[in-house]
């Protein structure tokens, strides 16, 4: 194609980018987000952060890859870079996680933890479950078992995360926790 032409398509596939993202924007709104599957959802936060790439193609690499949006939230920055994510997306990946860990935390906090178990569980797995090194996280709790804080006290290796008793006691101190919960994940890695 002779680069005139080329120049003068390049605004056109521009404009059509601009509107078949403007119909999946409509689209989600229309029918709600819970009803897209997790190619299209990621294709929509991909939107925001990735310019001039096939979107749906991307989101569709990444899953192929890395196999759930959590695994793609977590994942180390330079195994995105293969996929040409930017730190535009990379920010953007990390801040919805951080926003799910906060929704799940919203959840637990101030409401008395050992009487609403799966929160808990919930909250842990929603803290921990993408995370590629092990981590010793302890919750503190007051004397009517409602949570006061969570702190991450260490992070390992793939395989190992030291603990030490006194640091546990110090903060537990700190926090004037009546008990406390010790969370401990085994992180595992795809084949």
Same mark, same amino acid.
């Given at each position: 194609m002779p680069s005139c032409l080329a120049e003068a398509a390049a605004p056109l596939a521009g404009c059509?980018?601009?509107?078949?993202?403007?119909?999946?924007r409509d689209r989600a709104l229309r029918g709600? %987000? #819970? @009803?897209?599957?997790?190619?299209?959802? %990621? #294709? @929509?936060?991909l939107f925001h952060a990735v310019d001039r790439l096939d979107t749906a193609a991307l989101a569709g690499r990444l899953l192929d890859r890395f196999g759930t949006l959590g695994d793609i939230l977590a994942a180390d920055p330079a195994q995105l870079g293969?996929?040409?994510?930017?730190?535009a997306a990379l920010v953007l990946f990390r801040a919805i996680r951080e926003t799910g860990r906060r929704l799940a935390e919203r959840k637990v906090k101030d409401m008395p933890v050992l009487t609403n178990w799966q929160q808990l569980i919930d909250y842990c797995h929603t803290a921990l479950a993408h995370e590629k090194t092990e981590q010793f996280r302890i919750l503190f709790l007051d004397r009517k078992n409602v949570l006061i804080a969570d702190e991450l006290q260490q992070r390992g290796t793939i395989d190992h995360t030291p603990v030490y008793p006194r640091e546990v006691v110090k903060r537990a101190l700190a926090h004037n926790a009546a008990a406390l919960i010790l969370v401990?994940?085994?992180?595992?890695?795809?084949?």
């Amino acid at each position: 194609m002779p680069s005139c032409l080329a120049e003068a398509a390049a605004p056109l596939a521009g404009c059509r980018d601009w509107i078949y993202r403007q119909h999946r924007r409509d689209r989600a709104l229309r029918g709600g %987000l #819970e @009803l897209l599957g997790d190619e299209e959802l %990621l #294709e @929509l936060v991909l939107f925001h952060a990735v310019d001039r790439l096939d979107t749906a193609a991307l989101a569709g690499r990444l899953l192929d890859r890395f196999g759930t949006l959590g695994d793609i939230l977590a994942a180390d920055p330079a195994q995105l870079g293969e996929f040409e994510v930017d730190a535009a997306a990379l920010v953007l990946f990390r801040a919805i996680r951080e926003t799910g860990r906060r929704l799940a935390e919203r959840k637990v906090k101030d409401m008395p933890v050992l009487t609403n178990w799966q929160q808990l569980i919930d909250y842990c797995h929603t803290a921990l479950a993408h995370e590629k090194t092990e981590q010793f996280r302890i919750l503190f709790l007051d004397r009517k078992n409602v949570l006061i804080a969570d702190e991450l006290q260490q992070r390992g290796t793939i395989d190992h995360t030291p603990v030490y008793p006194r640091e546990v006691v110090k903060r537990a101190l700190a926090h004037n926790a009546a008990a406390l919960i010790l969370v401990h994940n085994h992180p595992t890695r795809p084949d």
